[in-house]
DNA sequence: CCGCATCCTCATGGATACTG
DNA sequence: CAGTATCCATGAGGATGCGG
């Protein structure tokens, strides 16, 4: 029986069911990574190209093309050439994305073995590891990872992160991609150190995972 | 840079990430679809290279060996033959895999245009369409599907699917695969013929997706 | 039949170089 | 900076073989 075969690359399973066609669209290699990436917020393709390390440029274009055809990213012509965002549907990716995330959660715990690591993939991660944790009042907490500053907060709505923010959290702690990426430390020391009683939830996972206090409070002025 | 090559394909992306790492082991082609297979019950060998139509026999093999070493899947040797069933951690993908054709199933409304369908694949489908509907006392209604009885049971716990019961239930619709897969009238007519005002929950995607009454009811028998 | 292994062809992925 | 062009290695797909 003869494949559909989709003009730009990612051959069709021709299946009638939605997780096929779901497949179709992102489940051709670096696809949900470069999601992963734009989840943090938009990016030049140059930035694409470095921070996935591996990619080369005329795959990274190609993927481009097919995710832009296919609604899950545009493109923006800012000020200063182009940039990848995604589009509303492409953001719901989130969802799916964190629960393969949370599925894959024990592989990391075999620490770092020499693997690359960007600060940017905790933004989708840490929300994701956090899922039904609930605040009130609010948590914030930011993680100083290799020179960049990862900001956590959890609220009544559940967690949430972003990248490099406005303005600097209150509490900003010191760690190792390991202890963080790799579940370990931060999640405890942000509850006993900050929150002490005020999360609530699913946060199961940081208790099997996150052996206690390994990573440093580097500042927590005005309380 | 080198990428660290798993002998049995699969190359690793080498990133310290969750997503990444699950990727590693479920991202290659196939592999989520298989996964897929099994989420309806433990298979032969040529069963999924049937059902798979279109994935050979050496990909086949080669994709089996490498879930296996993951352990997210294993060999069961049964009286006839092997049997390949999901490991408890492998199970667990259900709800990422569920995530990802909740997000693709607008893809589906398109309707089928020649592409394969198997029954089985409306097992993880259906419960993952009706994630969050609820009901009390509990809803049993089965689809007669390209002669496979397909048994949809929604209760406290929420939404269900087998194939092949051992007993039918009292309902049982006969429709057309784009009726059941693709979100049209089935899942209305189960709610208005069967379960009347006893649906509770997140049952949007059903309102928004499916025409009322094209499915048509086959037996109801013994009230 | 079932469960693969082999062989072959061609599309795809990946690294490097090059260009608007 | 944002890609295209090229080349080569590898993986996917299809047919067939083959021992149990």
Known sequence: MMDTVNPLG???????CALARGLDVVGDRWNLLIVRELLAG?????????????????L?????????EN????????????????TPWGMELREPMEALGRWAAPLVMTGRRGD??????LV?????LLRGATA???????????????VLRIDEQGPSAEIQPDERPSTVLSAEPEIVVGLVAGGLTVQEAVAEGQLHGDVEVLHRAFPPGRASVMSTPDP
Do not use: C, T
């Open 10 to 16: 990612s051959r069709s399973y021709g299946q009638f």
């Open 42 to 58: 938009p990016m030049r393709f140059n930035e694409l190209k470095a921070s996935l390390s591996g990619a080369a440029s005329n």
């Open 116 to 121: 690359l690591f960007r600060p940017r993939w």
């Open 124 to 128: 989708p991660a840490l929300p994701g």
């Open 71 to 86: 609604g899950v990213i545009e493109r923006r012509l800012g000020d200063a050439g182009v940039l990848y965002a995604l």
């Open 136 to 150: 009130s009042p609010p948590v914030e907490v930011g993680f100083e990872v290799e020179g960049s500053l990862v």
């Open 60 to 68: 990274l274009s190609s993927r481009l093309r097919h995710l832009e």
